[in-house]
Nanobody, 124 residues
C-alpha cells in the first residue's frame, strides 16, 4: 500500500509560480511511475504530467507544456510539479498518482494510488 499526500497549493495571481509536492510512504517509491492530474469544477479529471520510475522519461499535457515541469527525488520519496506562468484556467484540484507498472501513461484509470488533492486557485 502506498499513501500519497500533496502540498503546496494555494491562491496566486496570474503569472505567478507554485511548486506542488507529493510525499509518499513505503519503500517502493522508486519502482512506481508518478503523475499529476487536475480537476476543475464541473470538468473531468485531466492529465497534467507523468514521470517514469527512474525520472528518465516524462510526458506533459499540451495545455501546460513549456510552463509546468514534473520531477522526482527518489531519495526523498517525493514527486514535484513546478508550475510557472500560471493562468486562471489552471485553477483546479491537483492530484498526485502512482502506477505500479512504472509506465508513463496519461490515463487516470491506469494509476493505482491517489492522494486527496491540493487546491490551486489562480486569480486574474
Amino acid at each position: 500500500q502506498v499513501q500519497l499526500v500533496e502540498s503546496g497549493g494555494g491562491l496566486v495571481q496570474a503569472g505567478d509560480s507554485l511548486r506542488l509536492s507529493c510525499a509518499t510512504s513505503g519503500r517502493t517509491f522508486s519502482s512506481y511511475s508518478m503523475a499529476w492530474f487536475r480537476q476543475a469544477p464541473g470538468k473531468e479529471r485531466e492529465f497534467v504530467a507523468a514521470i517514469s520510475s527512474s525520472g528518465g522519461s516524462t510526458a506533459t499535457a499540451d495545455s501546460v507544456k513549456g510552463r509546468f515541469t514534473i520531477s522526482r527525488d527518489n531519495g526523498k520519496n517525493t514527486v514535484y510539479l513546478q508550475m510557472n506562468s500560471l493562468k486562471p484556467e489552471d485553477t483546479a484540484v491537483y492530484y498526485c498518482a502512482a502506477d505500479r507498472s512504472a509506465r508513463v501513461v496519461r490515463t487516470a484509470r491506469n494509476y493505482d494510488y491517489w492522494g486527496p488533492g491540493t487546491q490551486v486557485t489562480v486569480s486574474s
